[in-house]
């Protein structure tokens, strides 16, 4: 499966702990987006990489949340202090430049719950 | 005011009905549309991916845009109950990033 893969699938933490994400997206594909989506709601972006530089980052993004993608090929999304309010869906996007076309295929997801 | 609006049902159809699904939008800067269908607990799947007002068909699915309306749509022709599922709409203006607006989802019940 080429597919985006998301790790963890699942997430529980206490309220104050620091979590880490990681998202390896589609070998070819120099995009790299994260959405985060909670319940009843479609998916809100929060930051993207052009392959290694982090090009926009949503209002969303408190700073709290940093992403990184060292080598332009996998990220890793990281939540310091958590609070309740970040439980949600994370979702991370992939996608190729210059197709004329851009189509972002997504993982599928990581859940997490803030206690 | 968001900038897409997408009626979150639920809605409940038989299996073998026509299905349509709507989304309107505000920001005329909006250029690329995509649907997008999501499982519980999966990640968002792409359906379709249309940047021209008219239609678009794939299979049993149909696709029309209307820009000067500012209204989209996704038409599913046979409905089967493997397509009850969160159908998402979403959006671009194409500029920079790619960036997506989605509308809430519109979740589908199909009933054998």
């Known amino acids: 499966d080429t597919g985006v893969s998301q790790n963890p699938r699942h997430k529980i933490t206490k309220r104050g702990q620091n979590v880490t994400f990681r998202c390896d997206p589609i070998?070819?594909?120099?995009?790299l987006y994260w959405y985060r989506q909670t319940l009843g709601q479609g998916p809100e972006f929060l930051t993207y990489?052009?392959?290694?530089?982090?090009?926009?980052k949503s209002r969303l993004l408190s700073d709290r949340f940093s992403a990184e993608r060292p080598k332009g090929s996998f990220s890793t999304l990281e939540i310091q202090r958590t609070e309740q309010g970040d439980s949600a869906m994370y979702l991370c996007?992939?996608?190729?430049?210059?197709?004329?076309?851009?189509?972002?295929?997504f993982g599928s997801g990581t859940q997490l719950s803030v206690l | 005011q968001k900038e897409v609006e997408q009626d979150p049902g639920p809605l409940s159809v038989p299996e073998g009905a026509i299905v349509s699904l709507n989304c309107t939008y505000s920001?005329?800067?909006?250029?690329?549309f995509m649907w997008y269908r999501q499982y519980s607990r999966k990640g968002p799947e792409l359906l379709m991916y249309?940047?021209?007002?008219g239609n678009k068909e794939d299979g049993r699915f149909t696709a029309q845009v209307d820009k000067s309306s500012k209204y989209i749509s996704l038409f599913i022709r046979d409905s089967q109950p493997s397509d009850s599922a969160t159908y998402l709409c979403?959006?671009?203006?194409?500029?920079?990033?790619?960036?997506?607006?989605f509308g809430k989802g519109t979740k589908l019940s199909v009933i054998p």
């Open positions: 979403a959006m671009t203006s194409g500029a920079g990033s790619y960036q997506l607006t």
């Open positions: 920001n005329s800067a909006f250029q690329y």
């Open positions: 996007a992939s996608s190729r430049t210059g197709t004329g076309d851009e189509k972002l295929f």
């Open positions: 249309t940047y021209s007002s």
């Open positions: 070998s070819e594909h120099n995009r």
């Open positions: 990489f052009q392959n290694e530089a982090q090009l926009e």
